[in-house]
Nanobody
């Protein structure tokens, strides 16, 4: 059973950089051809797709977040990470990581993804 687990600070101050990691465990087969995405949900709002990294290391980002967001992977640790620069209170959200066997850009329908993490709350406040 594949599991995705998000980790990172629960509280970040405005203007700081947010770092989150997603650890993938329990893979029963090769994961060399998968895609890993970050999706978030601000309080009282819908899911927002942030970006995705492919098994080749190619990345795709939401146009609205592209200037502040980067996704990287560490295959030796079975992890992929999210970095968001210059956070503001509008970045307060539950952040999810997700895995898919096909490239998904922009979609937040959970049924399109093979696995989702449980999410981690990030609050941006001074």
């Amino acid at each position: 059973q594949v599991q995705l687990q998000e980790s990172g600070p629960g509280l970040v101050k405005p203007s700081q950089t947010l770092f989150l990691a997603c650890t993938v465990s329990g893979a029963s087969g090769p994961t060399a051809f998968y895609y890993w995405a970050w999706i978030r949900q601000p309080p009282g709002k819908g899911l927002e797709w942030m970006g995705v990294i492919s098994y080749t290391g190619s990345t795709y980002y939401s146009p609205s977040l592209k200037s502040r967001t980067s996704i990287a992977r560490d295959t030796s640790k079975n992890q992929f990470a999210l970095q968001v620069l210059s956070v503001t209170p509008e970045d307060t959200a539950v952040y999810y990581c997700a895995e898919s066997k096909t490239l998904i850009i922009g979609a937040t329908d959970k049924n399109l993804y093979d696995y989702w993490g449980k999410g981690t709350q990030v609050t941006v406040s001074s």
